[in-house]
């Protein structure tokens, strides 16, 4: 489809709360949920010729934004491989204005990478296991297990 | 998902609706971003349109390459569907060590790390302009059967064998029992509460309820399922544990789950006496009891950053830890995998032990269990391209007396929408698949091969439903209206569909009720405007399968929903008893509904009560002439003459 910036700012808008949530699930840190939206729009922007209908706009958002999530983490599970001396630390810098709820932050730690973005596109996308299938290539059938799982994890935590 | 489910993902909301995004994300900000980068933009569009061209070709080489084993010089307008590659043995393989185990959870791992590389960001975007519309159409679609499924076959006759004077779960297989939150032996209550740790005991006779004992299970421990083995005196609790809930961050990382089966001696009701505990790694799937064995399945992944091949610990499960033997591993009919459905026989007998044990290595799949056989089925596609192309293999093991035998493989095309659609009768396994935009019937002999089917049927619908009673089969599929179909299945070499009523809205739920009669309950829905309005009650008249008819229709307007669309043990249905109940929402909450049908007044609505208690799924049971709705820790009492209350308890 053909947009221009502001086009694009206004679909944009109602979704990006979203969006920055479930970064920031995923990312634990206001500042690299912050990048990764950032990044994730620019990418989209630039790409935004090949969405073909308005419709799948939030999806296609939300796929991207997961990828740049998950390349994100690799990077800094990379990094944390070589300082693993630190691995306990809170991540640097100052206390952030704004924090995921303790036990949020501690259920959505306990899963893995991929459970993760499974339940944040369920709780911020409110995508059923069939659009999640769509979105991250994998089997419907799987992601109603793995959700399942996932949400059995978290239960336990969640006050 | 069920309610349980839905609440944790409420409550996931709730608890982060207060997260506002920084500044340098509003959608203001954003725009002057962009502008920015607006100047840029057509230089750098022709770079990225390269790159895509060669984020293509890569992709395409590197599905051949791991899929063919060869450097994989395929023509490039070769459908990457066609190429999966299924094994064509006909029975199943045992692992002859662990290596070659490992070998297939390292191609799996290999097979993700291909796509992650490939999986540039010119690639997502193209992909994701490409499928996402079309995609999000088909899938919706598939929200509701959830994990296993399955209930009750014991239906030809709408109610057990014997008449019986209480209850039972709704089970898929008719011989073949199956754990629910809640159980009665037709003198007490068993009900899980609602923190998942406790169960009461609860005591109905007199005509007033009173709690007699409460079992804990530990701090870690949630119990997930219970049985009662009214011969052998016995109450089981499966149980899930989170052993790191509580240990430091980094250990975490080991988080598999395990399960655990608590088995209690009943000989006092009043005083359970624990006599096992066992426990097998992976988080619970499903189980059965059966001829005094329970059988438990639980779902095992291994975690990539511990797996080390000289060390099968780390990547094969445990059953009461010990590793499970080489032989004891079934291998999948592709050639990766890395989930295991770990499967165990315990006797209750000896409830501490496993009487066999098996692993099935897959990339995760459903189980169907019938009077011999478990059938665990999973949809093998094509993760990169072709998604709508899906085949399902089945792969089967036989069980007796506690004793599982892997036996014979095979495939067929298509996905299977829940336990309903697969069933096996004298022999035969039948199944009815949804296949791209069109729905199929198969019938395999015992070796899994096919022997007859249909293909090509009710196109750009799919399967919502289905009920296979020995001889006909009927299911559901749906776009605008349901047609309900029937098929001959008695000659298994040539299945034959004899019927196809259509009538507006679908029925998600299946369930025979009595001579000729088959109940559906599922969703009304407005032709033409294509919006649900309530849910819907269907009686089909069966009595001549080549001219079903629609014979009572009950429509509950602001009814949304019902937990019987995805969770069968729900549902409470019994012809013998007439009486049809189960619970429902709308906007004032959830209420309990119990339904009478006869063929002259049709449905007759004889009670709606709301339902009060929280928890997971609420369940209607009767004892005599009196129905106890349970939800959570209340349990309310109706008499079943007019439907009053009669009593209630909090525990």
Redesign the interface.
């Known amino acids: 489809m053909k947009c221009d910036a502001k086009r694009f700012a206004q679909m944009y808008e109602a979704i990006y709360t979203d969006l920055y949530r479930f970064a920031f699930c995923l990312m634990k840190n206001q500042q690299e949920a912050e990048d990764a939206v950032s990044e994730a729009v620019i990418s989209a922007y630039e790409n935004i010729r090949k969405l073909r209908k308005e419709e799948a706009f939030k999806s296609w958002m939300f796929t991207i934004l997961s990828n740049h999530c998950k390349k994100r983490l690799q990077r800094a599970a990379q990094e944390e491989a070589h300082l693993a001396d630190s691995m306990q630390e809170e991540p640097a810098g100052e206390e952030p204005d704004q924090s995921l709820a303790l036990d949020v932050r501690n259920a959505f730690f306990i899963l893995t990478e991929e459970e993760q973005t499974i339940i944040g596109l369920s709780v911020f996308g409110g995508y059923n296991s069939g659009e999640i299938a769509g979105i991250m290539k994998l089997n419907a059938n799987t992601v109603r297990s793995k959700r399942s799982r996932a949400l059995a994890k978290m239960e336990c935590i969640l006050q | 998902?069920n309610k349980?489910?839905q609440d944790?993902?409420q409550?996931?909301?709730d608890?982060?609706s207060?997260?506002?995004?920084?500044d340098?994300?509003?959608?203001?900000q954003?725009?002057r971003?962009?502008?920015k980068?607006?100047n840029k933009?057509r230089k750098?569009?022709l770079f990225?349109i390269g790159a895509l061209a060669a984020a293509c070709f890569v992709l395409v080489a590197g599905i051949a390459v791991y899929r063919n084993g060869s450097t994989g010089h395929k023509p490039k307008e070769e459908k990457p569907g066609e190429e999966l590659k299924i094994s064509s043995e006909k029975s199943v393989a045992s692992a002859s060590d662990y290596d070659e185990v490992y070998d297939y959870i390292e191609r799996y791992r290999k097979a993700i790390e291909e796509?992650?590389r490939v999986?540039e960001?010119?690639m997502?975007?193209?992909e994701?302009?490409?499928?996402?519309?079309e995609?999000?159409k088909?899938?919706?679609?598939?929200?509701s059967s959830?994990?296993d499924a399955g209930t009750t076959d014991r239906m030809l006759t709408g109610g057990s064998a014997e008449s019986s004077s209480y209850s039972e779960t709704n089970v898929r297989q008719e011989g073949v029992d199956e754990g629910d939150v809640v159980k009665t032996d037709g003198t007490y209550l068993y009900v899980l509460k609602e923190n998942g740790r406790e169960l009461s005991i609860v005591d109905t006779r007199g005509g007033k309820m009173k709690e007699v004992y409460t079992l804990s299970v530990e701090e870690?421990q949630?119990i997930q399922e219970m049985y009662l083995d009214s011969v052998k005196k016995r109450l089981v609790l499966v149980c899930?544990i989170?052993e790191?809930?509580s240990s430091?961050?980094?250990k975490?990382y080991f988080?598999t789950?395990s399960t655990k089966v608590l088995t209690y001696d009943m000989k006092e009701t009043e005083k359970p006496k624990k006599i096992g505990e066992f426990v097998q790694s992976g988080?619970?799937?499903s189980s059965r009891m059966s001829d005094g064995y329970l059988y438990l399945f639980s779902?095992y992944?291994a975690v990539w950053e511990h797996i080390k091949r000289e060390l099968p610990e780390t990547y094969i499960p445990l059953v009461n830890d010990s590793v499970i033997a080489e032989k004891d591993i079934c291998l999948p009919q592709i050639e990766k995998g890395r989930d295991f459905t770990v499967v165990s026989s315990i006797d209750m007998e000896n409830p501490s032990e496993a009487a066999d044990s098996k692993a099935i290595l897959s990339?995760?799949?459903?189980l169907y269990v019938s009077n011999k056989n478990i059938y665990y089925y999973?949809?093998v596609?094509d993760?990169?391209l072709v998604?709508e192309d899906?085949q399902t293999t089945i792969r089967s093991i036989s069980y007796e007396k506690g004793v599982l035998r892997p036996g014979a493989q095979g495939k067929v095309e298509g996905?299977i929408n829940d336990s309903f659609s697969i069933d096996e009768y004298k022999g035969y396994l039948r199944i009815v698949t949804t296949r791209k935009n069109t729905n199929s019937v198969y019938v395999l002999d015992g070796n899994l091969e096919i022997v007859g089917s249909i293909e090509n049927l009710a196109k750009d619908e799919r399967v919502y439903s289905a009920r296979l009673m020995g001889d006909t089969g009927y299911f559901v599929t749906f776009r605008e209206t349901d047609p309900l179909f029937s098929v001959d299945l008695s000659n298994p070499k040539r299945p034959e569909i004899i019927g196809a009523l259509k009538i507006p809205g679908f029925s998600d739920y299946l369930h025979p009720y009595g001579d000729g009669k088959l109940l559906g309950i599922g969703m009304n829905v407005d032709e033409l405007t294509q919006i649900t309005e309530g849910v819907k009650l269907t009686m089909f008249d069966i009595s001549d399968p080549t001219d079903v008819k629609e014979e009572g229709t009950y429509i509950l307007k602001n009814v949304y929903s019902t937990d019987v669309s995805y969770d069968y043990k729900a549902a409470l249905a019994d012809a013998g008893k007439n009486i049809i109940g189960f619970a429902g929402y709308s906007d004032g909450g959830q209420s309990y509904y119990v339904f009478e049908y006869d063929s002259d007044n049709g449905f007759i609505c004889r009670m709606e009560e709301e339902i009060n208690g929280n928890g997971s799924s609420a369940r209607g049971v009767y004892i005599e002439q009196t129905l106890y709705v349970i939800q959570g820790n209340i349990i309310e009492a109706y008499s079943l003459k007019d439907y009053k209350k009669v009593d209630d308890i909090i525990l």
């Open positions: 998902m349980r489910e944790i993902i409550k996931l909301k608890k982060t207060d997260i506002t995004a920084p340098s994300l509003k959608p203001e954003i725009i971003t962009l502008e980068k607006e933009k750098i569009s990225r796509e992650a999986y960001e010119d997502i975007a193209y994701a302009s490409e499928g996402a519309a995609t999000k088909e899938q919706d679609i598939m929200e959830d994990a870690n949630r899930s989170n790191n809930e430091n961050t980094a975490m988080y789950g988080q619970y799937q779902n992944s990339q995760g799949g459903q999973e949809t596609w993760n990169y998604y899906e996905y």
